[in-house]
């Protein structure tokens, strides 16, 4: 498989996909709910998505999509050349605040991770990996994360998982953030795992993402020697919703500590 050229081509239209995002900024958007009222979706979302299997469809007839807004495959397995891709992801920041969303797409091979790229169009960053072969963000190696300490560290939580819930111990997570030098909440899962890949931060914790929330992110993480698991410490499985717990080495043995 040319996983250069397939790299090049989705770096081609996520880059494409991410200028019409910032253009449809200045007009009005098609704002829905879906499960919730924090549960939103836009025009964009599908048209994103749609755009991509288009794409895809067009060049790489035989690879199969599985896309948040559900425009893709029905999947049952993992075989073969498996495109996951969130057309948003951060929806509700890009409808509220105009910036911290991104496009997620991860491409996996009999379910084994093969390319991340992620787009963030209003920073004009891309973090992209083709596994085995580096990380980088707008074409500058990431470099390999070293050991840290909680302490020393910067982790990423959303304060729902400080009050009472049915996901995280909210006492453990208390005790947690006061031994911590400080705490984010980005609202964008793809951002905040190559955050972690990028030493921005230390960690995140996140009791349930979809496959094509983690997808694209747990294989550039991971190229620069980051750990991605859920909060049992089991490898995350990129058909399945999961709890993710990411982190630098050292940082990760603590926090799971915390919330398993
Ligand atoms: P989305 O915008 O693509 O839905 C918000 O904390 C982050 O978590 C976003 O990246 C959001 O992705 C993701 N997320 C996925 N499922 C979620 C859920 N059930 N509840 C809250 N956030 C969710
Ligand atoms: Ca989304």
């Not at 794409?55 to 049952?76: A, C, M, N, S, V």
């Not at 379910?111 to 891309?126: F, R, T």
């Not at 910067?154 to 030098?181: G, H």
Request: proline share 3%; aromatic share 8%.
């Amino acid at each position: 498989m040319q996983w250069n050229e397939i790299a090049d081509h989705a770096k081609q239209w996520i880059k494409e996909a991410g200028s019409l995002l910032v253009a449809s900024l200045q007009v009005s958007l098609v704002i829905e709910t879906k499960s919730s009222a924090s549960d939103l979706v836009t025009n964009m979302d599908r048209q994103i998505e749609q755009f991509f299997i288009e794409k895809i469809q067009g060049t790489y007839p035989h690879h199969r999509i599985l896309g948040e807004e559900g425009y893709g495959d029905k999947l049952t397995s993992f075989e073969g050349t498996v495109w996951l891709i969130d057309p948003i992801d951060g929806t509700m920041n890009f409808v509220h605040q105009k910036r911290n969303f991104a496009i997620s797409i991860g491409i996996y091979h009999d379910g084994i991770g093969k390319i991340g790229i992620i787009y963030d169009p209003v920073q004009d960053e891309l973090y992209s990996t083709i596994a085995g072969e580096g990380a980088y963000c707008n074409d500058i190696a990431i470099p390999k994360l070293g050991t840290g300490i909680v302490e020393e560290g910067i982790v990423a939580v959303n304060a729902i998982w400080l009050t009472e819930n049915s996901m995280l111990n909210c006492e453990k997570m208390t005790a947690l953030v006061r031994r911590l030098r400080g705490t984010r909440s980005y609202g964008c899962a793809a951002l905040e795992i190559v955050y972690v890949a990028t030493g921005r931060l230390d960690g995140y914790i996140t009791p349930r993402l979809s496959p094509w929330d983690f997808g694209g992110g747990a294989i550039i993480v991971q190229e620069v020697g980051g750990i991605i698991t859920d909060f049992k410490g089991n490898s995350l499985n990129p058909i399945e919703k999961s709890s993710v717990l990411v982190a630098k080495p050292g940082v990760y043995e603590q926090l799971l500590e915390y919330v398993n």
